[in-house]
């Protein structure tokens, strides 16, 4: 086990939940824009707080790279956070079963990935930091624990790129 999987795993057992960060707050946060949620993802790197990447967020955040120079440098930059593990397939029949019944109640998430994501934090009791509409909907019909940036100070730091 790694340093970084150690620190998650002792602080995880502290009870300090794992916080997953979805695509659109990584690609905030690279782009230096100051969204409450990139705010708050620079204050968790700051403190060295528990995050974890998705292979899914992962491949959304480098297709939108537009040079190899640029893919290198998230890839190194975010190779210093936990990698998710891998779902297995009653979780993608999970996932599944999560769009249906959102859908059953008028709030048909729009992205299957999201839908995947939500299994993920659901399923390992993740910590959600996203800007995505499609996870306030999923939020209403499942228990999906959502990162509060409210508390956030006033005068909060700037979003910064690695």
């Known amino acids: ?16 939940p794992v916080i997953l960060v979805d695509t659109s707050v990584w690609i905030d946060y690279f782009n230096g824009h ?19 990447i998705p292979g899914l967020v ?12 640029e893919a290198k440098r998230i890839t190194r930059a975010l190779s210093a956070f936990e990698f998710a593990p ?9 996932a599944a079963e999560l769009y249906r019944a959102c859908r ?18 659901l399923k390992h ?6 800007k995505d509409r499609d996870f306030d909907a999923i939020g209403k019909v499942f ?9 956030m100070v006033q005068d909060r730091p700037r979003a910064s790129s690695f």
């Open 1 to 16: 086990m790694g340093r970084r999987s150690e620190r998650i795993a002792r602080t995880t057992a502290r009870q300090t």
């Open 34 to 52: 100051n969204s409450v949620e990139a705010a708050y993802l620079g204050l968790c790197i700051a403190d060295a707080g528990p995050l974890t």
């Open 58 to 69: 992962l491949t959304e955040i480098l297709l939108g790279v537009r040079t190899e120079a």
């Open 86 to 94: 891998e779902l297995e397939k009653s979780d993608y029949q999970k």
């Open 104 to 121: 059953a109640r008028g709030l048909t998430p729009r992205s299957t990935i999201d839908c995947v994501i939500a299994q993920l934090c």
């Open 125 to 130: 009791g993740y910590e959600l930091l996203a």
């Open 143 to 151: 228990p999906l624990k959502r990162v509060s940036t409210t508390p």
